[in-house]
């Protein structure tokens, strides 16, 4: 019997596809020095997540202005931070990927690949998903707890814009946010209790949040309704009273608007209303980085100590405690149902 088709000799049946899972984090320079900095934000603000302003209008300023005038400023910033292991996000970031892969590989032997990228600067996402051509599945965990358009948007964007140059492409999921998650909330307090046993407490505790254009609020993004939530939580966690606590927002960039009270506008506040002692906490970091280091634990300490404050105490991010590693383990594994053989 004749066939317009003739099949291809028979084949060993296709493997179960191995199960991978990308942590990617915001990223970092590769170095503390203007010339790494310059590629690194140019990245970084010709993103149009990041930038909402058209390219026609923002490119020539970006190129012909700050990319020749910030990445000095921010080399002296990031001096200031670096470590001998050298980006302190980087190695948070590196060393939460190789406990999370211990985690899981004591409950899931053999079934998972763990890696973990930075959607700019290196490891890049194109090339870490590159490595993982052997996973059939993918989890893709933005280390972001509140979502924002600018951030686990932006991931999923670069993550699926690599996915177009593929033709066999894995299956895909990816984790949108974990702002209420009970573990995440319970390994920050935990946090905050063992930094208050050793150190002290202070008369009062700032939540200091990321900072958005305010307009990103205006056009849908839940990210402030998120922070607001993962402050009620984790001030419940502690039994804080309403006025033991202040959530704000830092880092905010270019003349629009930012969501408000600003960081650095409550430090002074504080200050003012006669609170001596001064306890700082950054719950949409997971890791330790520029903006937590420099931004809040050394300029936000100065300006604390000079508008009359007498100790002020930065809480170091979750970065490789024990129960952040369980709790973002037991999300991932979660957010695997149905793909993972339990047992």
Same mark, same amino acid.
């Given at each position: 019997?004749s ?18 899972v990308l942590?990617?984090?915001?990223g ?9 900095? @310059? ?6 603000? /010709?993103?149009?997540r ?8 923002w ?15 921010s080399?002296e ?7 001998k ?11 939460q ?11 899931? @032997? ?10 700019y ?21 933005p280390?972001y707890?509140?979502?924002?358009a600018s951030? !686990?948007a932006?991931v ?6 690599r ?7 894995p299956?895909? @999921?990816?984790?949108? /946010? ?11 307090a ?17 939540m /200091? ?6 307009f /990103? ?19 419940a966690?502690?039994g804080?009273a ?9 880092s ?5 608007e930012w969501l408000?009270?600003? !960081? ?6 504080l200050?003012r209303?006669?609170?001596?002692t001064?306890?700082?906490v950054?719950p949409g970091?997971?890791a330790?980085?520029?903006?937590t ?6 300029e ?5 100590l000079?508008?009359?404050?007498? @100790?002020?105490s ?10 952040w590693?369980?709790a ?5 594994e ?6 993972l053989?339990?047992?």
């Open positions: 019997m066939s317009y088709f003739n099949a291809p000799e028979p084949v060993q049946a296709e493997p179960k596809p191995r199960i991978g942590l990617v984090n915001l970092t320079p590769q170095a503390p020095t203007a010339a790494a900095i @310059r590629p690194y934000l140019g990245q970084f603000l /010709s993103d149009p990041v930038v909402e302003i058209p390219p026609l209008l490119q020539p300023l970006l190129r012909g202005v700050i990319l020749n005038t910030r990445p000095k400023k080399a910033k990031y001096a200031t931070i670096w470590t292991e050298g980006s302190p996000l980087l190695h948070w970031t590196a060393k990927a190789r406990l999370v892969k211990g985690w899981l590989g004591e409950r899931h @032997r053999g079934q998972l690949r763990v890696e973990y990228a930075m959607r600067g290196q490891p890049a996402i194109a090339e870490v998903l590159d490595a993982m051509q052997d996973c059939g599945r993918i989890l893709v965990v280390l707890p509140q979502y924002a951030t !686990t932006s999923c964007d670069a993550v699926f814009a996915l177009q140059h593929y033709r066999d492409q299956a895909v @999921r990816t984790i949108r /946010s974990f702002h209420d998650d009970p573990g995440y909330i319970a390994a920050l935990q946090k905050i209790r063992r930094h208050w046993m050793i150190e002290g407490r202070g008369e009062h505790l700032l /200091s949040f990321h900072g958005v254009p305010r /990103s609020f205006e056009r849908g993004d839940p990210y402030y309704l998120q922070c607001q939530r993962s402050a009620t939580l984790l001030a966690e502690l804080l309403t006025g033991a606590y202040t959530l704000s927002f830092q905010r960039f270019g003349p629009t408000k009270p600003y !960081t650095s506008d409550v430090i002074a506040a200050s209303q006669g609170v001596k001064l306890d700082v950054c970091f997971v330790d980085c520029l903006e280091l420099e931004e809040i634990a050394i936000g300490k100065r300006d604390f000079a508008a009359g404050g007498t @100790r002020f930065y809480i170091a991010a979750l970065n490789d405690d024990a129960g590693i369980a973002l383990g037991a999300t991932i979660r957010e695997l149902g149905g793909w053989t339990i047992g």
